[in-house]
């Protein structure tokens, strides 16, 4: 079960809960279709607004502790330093 969407992977594929093997065949096909999702569709589009309402969440939270780099403006002096080593003939 996923925390975010409330559903299983399987059941947001199949559109059902997986049964155990112990069960019966009969009692499986009984039970499948009194439990399967006739709008499959519409609760994947569901799920994918979920989804995407928790990443944003998310994405907050993280850019919360950001900052954006410094913006340089065209003619702004700035310092780059660069290590020069010499390998001396050396690999």
Sequence with gaps: MNSTTGKSPYELLFGYAPRGVANAILDNEISIESTRDENLVATREKVKHVVA?????????????????????????ILVRTTATSNQGKS
């Design 53 to 77: 309402k928790k990443q944003g969440k998310r994405r907050a939270e993280f850019d919360r502790h950001r900052y954006s780099g410094k913006k340089y403006q065209i003619g702004d002096q």
